[in-house]
């Protein structure tokens, strides 16, 4: 099974993707793995290409891929989550976050809550689950997993 995790910056994606890794799972972030690269307009988005190939790889278990890109709609994902946070939580999180500074800047913030308005809303409706990263990614882990094996 192929999982996304997708979601705005600062909902915990990155978090969760450790969190997988911890548990010896096979788990991949667009951002630190290099699979995102700059697009002209100054923002982000995925390689395509590497991601298809990715998850076009044999299937031995589950692959769980975490980023947020207008690409992840054509790409064959199985099973997609949605990571949410409440506006406050996630403009404390950017503003805070150490390994990746982006959403730190006020044009970089202003973005994010221009996404969070616009494209959380189709995130939601795609989704198979949303969680709501207020709990501790153990717990979202173990919400995510248990969801998984009654899907399989």
Do not use: H
Request: aromatic share 6%.
């Amino acid at each position: 099974m192929r999982v996304l995790i997708t979601g705005m910056s600062g909902t915990g994606k990155s978090t969760l993707v450790r969190e997988l890794r911890r548990r010896s799972l096979r788990a991949f972030d667009a951002d630190e793995d290099g699979f995102s690269e700059p697009r002209a307009d100054g923002r982000w988005g995925w390689r395509a290409d590497r991601v298809a190939g990715l998850l076009g790889e044999p299937r031995d278990g589950r692959l769980f891929f975490a980023g947020c890109s207008e690409e992840q709609a054509a790409l064959p994902f199985d099973y997609r989550v949605l990571l949410t946070a409440p506006t406050d939580l996630l403009v404390e999180r950017l503003l805070t976050r150490t390994g990746n500074r982006y959403g730190q800047s006020a044009a970089e913030e202003a973005q994010v809550l221009a996404d969070l308005a616009a494209v959380e809303p189709l995130l939601r409706r795609s989704a198979d689950l949303v969680l709501e990263t207020t709990e501790p990614p153990e717990r979202l882990a173990d919400v995510l997993l248990s969801r998984l094996a009654r899907a399989t």
